[in-house]
């Protein structure tokens, strides 16, 4: 059954203007080379959360480094870490190695073009599986992310909280009315592109709009208020101390982040958490000692980092430290030379560091 707000609504004409402005204007992209599900597949990823300058050259890296599904299939997990680092929200591409490796063995490496198989797959949702549908096999599947919602909010003047997930839903029943059935690959890439260059959250470029004639909110004026979104909560701040411990031989201490949880896997330097920035060498030194289980004496404060994530923000003081000691053996900590700092893969907050303390200590 047809949307109530399409009953009206020149889908036809509105597929056809948004076509053509895409197939004139799409900006020239490294995913856009080809219509390859695997290519299509590690963009989409890639591109969750994360703005398109800044994805190109990782995605280019990334596909240097992994141009076909068995060669990400299986790669070591340090390798594709190494490879993602800076990009953040690492499950990412911990969930895409899982799913590939999936699609290698279990269908013979071709990625699946029906809706149930390849949103089985991990980390595959409905956007992700909407988009390399649409794309790359050209099936009527909706594609809906932020910029699409904000779109749709707009043309068909829908005022439903777009940071609720059941208002997907919404939009996802709007698109399989919406959408065009000759070209999905063109209509949802025009939606995504049109969100991004013209209908974008702030003073949006309406007169350069391909679709303005359809646009209600236009019409009406109340294209500023559109699309309802509740604020997110604030940030909760998490103090912290980390430290760049150096033994005897001038090697420097790092250690690895547990299997799970927020930024897995990834290397970093020894951390504690504290109540307050007061905290005195001598405290900071007794906490330390006991996380890493040897005598360590605190030096410096040698920088100080701040770091957001979506849901806490991390404020480290950073700190130097030297261990009385040559040889090391705790498992997840290992020493190393500074010129080999760079083949391990960090968290941001933890590169920042790197690029201080080692390009003035060396």
């Given at each position: 059954?047809?949307?109530?707000?399409?009953?009206?609504?020149?889908?036809?004409?509105?597929?056809?203007?948004?076509?053509?402005?895409?197939?004139?204007?799409?900006?020239?992209?490294?995913?856009?080379?080809?219509?390859?599900?695997?290519?299509?597949?590690?963009?989409?990823?890639?591109?969750?959360?994360?703005?398109?300058d800044t994805v190109i050259p990782y995605y280019l890296n990334f596909m240097r480094e992994f141009p076909t599904l068995e060669d990400l299939a299986y790669a070591e997990e340090d390798r594709i870490l190494k490879a993602w680092e800076g990009l953040g929200y690492y499950s990412r591409v911990r969930n895409l190695q899982t799913a590939v490796r999936e699609v290698v063995e279990e269908y013979n490496a071709a990625v699946p073009d029906t809706l149930k198989e390849i949103s089985a797959l991990k980390g595959v949702g409905p956007?992700?599986?909407?988009?390399?549908?649409?794309?790359?096999?050209?099936?009527?599947?909706?594609?809906?992310?932020?910029?699409?919602?904000?779109?749709?909010?707009?043309?068909?003047?829908?005022?439903?909280d777009i940071a609720k997930a059941k208002t997907r839903k919404t939009?996802?029943?709007?698109?399989?009315?919406l959408i065009s059935k000759e070209d999905?690959?063109?209509?949802?890439?025009?939606?995504?592109?049109?969100?991004?260059?013209?209908c974008t959250p702030t003073s949006p470029g309406c007169l350069l709009c391909p679709v303005r004639e359809h646009c209600m909110a236009?019409?009406?004026?109340?294209?500023?208020?559109?699309?309802?979104?509740?604020?997110?909560?604030?940030?909760?701040?998490?103090?912290?101390?980390a430290f760049v411990v150096k033994d005897e031989d001038g090697k420097v201490l790092i250690e690895k982040r547990p299997d799970k949880g927020l930024l897995a896997g990834l290397w970093q330097f020894p951390n504690v958490e504290v109540d307050s920035h007061s905290f005195n060498k001598e405290e900071m030194a007794e906490a330390l000692s006991l996380?890493?289980?040897?005598?360590?004496?605190?030096?410096?404060?040698?920088?100080?980092?701040?770091?957001?994530?979506?849901?806490?923000?991390w404020d480290i003081d950073v700190y130097t430290a030297v261990i009385p000691i040559k040889e090391w053996?705790?498992?997840?900590?290992?020493?190393?030379?500074?010129?080999?700092?760079?083949?391990?893969?960090?968290?941001?907050?933890?590169?920042?560091?790197?690029?201080h303390y080692f390009s003035e200590a060396f």
């Open positions: 059954m047809q949307h109530e707000k399409l009953n009206e609504f020149n889908i036809s004409q509105f597929q056809q203007d948004l076509i053509n402005w895409f197939k004139e204007n799409q900006r020239t992209l490294p995913w856009r080379e080809n219509k390859d599900p695997y290519r299509v597949w590690v963009s989409e990823i890639m591109l969750q959360q994360t703005r398109v956007y992700t599986a909407g988009a390399i549908l649409s794309i790359a096999y050209a099936k009527p599947e909706p594609a809906v992310d932020g910029n699409v919602m904000r779109v749709l909010s707009r043309v068909l003047e829908i005022d439903e939009f996802e029943a709007i698109i399989y009315d999905p690959s063109s209509f949802n890439q025009g939606l995504m592109e049109l969100g991004a260059l013209i236009y019409n009406k004026g109340i294209q500023d208020t559109l699309p309802v979104k509740s604020k997110k909560k604030k940030a909760k701040r998490k103090l912290m101390a996380a890493i289980g040897k005598p360590i004496s605190i030096r410096d404060r040698i920088q100080k980092v701040e770091h957001v994530f979506s849901h806490i923000v053996e705790k498992e997840g900590q290992r020493f190393v030379d500074q010129y080999q700092i760079e083949d391990f893969a960090f968290p941001v907050s933890h590169q920042k560091i790197i690029k």
